[in-house]
């Protein structure tokens, strides 16, 4: 399927994704909108190259899929809340919780081998 030429066009850059909304024609010249994510990686050498996957929404499944769409952003939110829990923020998390633990010293379980117990599996 060939691509049409946009007609209206919105850009969205997140980081190394950008997401990009199109408004395009059909042969019947009715819209249709595509929503592609363009992701950005980089290899070893440091050239990079991009992966891109894209949506097709017709006007006849708009009204659903943006009804679903708010219902699932709303939940997440209501969940989780707004804060973005990035990977920076789960090592800094990390680091938290080691100073913390060293602060208030705990016997750790994991380190002896007196709380293992020797499972034959043919046993189970």
Known sequence: MM???EIFSKVLR???RTYFFDVRATKADDYYLTITE???FTNDDGSYHY???KIYLYKEDFAEFKEILAEMTDY???EKGNE???ERHQKDF???YEKTETETPVADASKSTENFTDIDFDDI
């Open 94 to 96: 990390k680091k938290e």
């Open 76 to 78: 997440i939110i209501s």
């Open 3 to 5: 691509e049409n030429e």
């Open 14 to 16: 997140a980081g190394r």
């Open 38 to 40: 363009s992701k950005k």
């Open 84 to 86: 973005v829990i990035s």
């Open 51 to 53: 992966k891109k996957h």
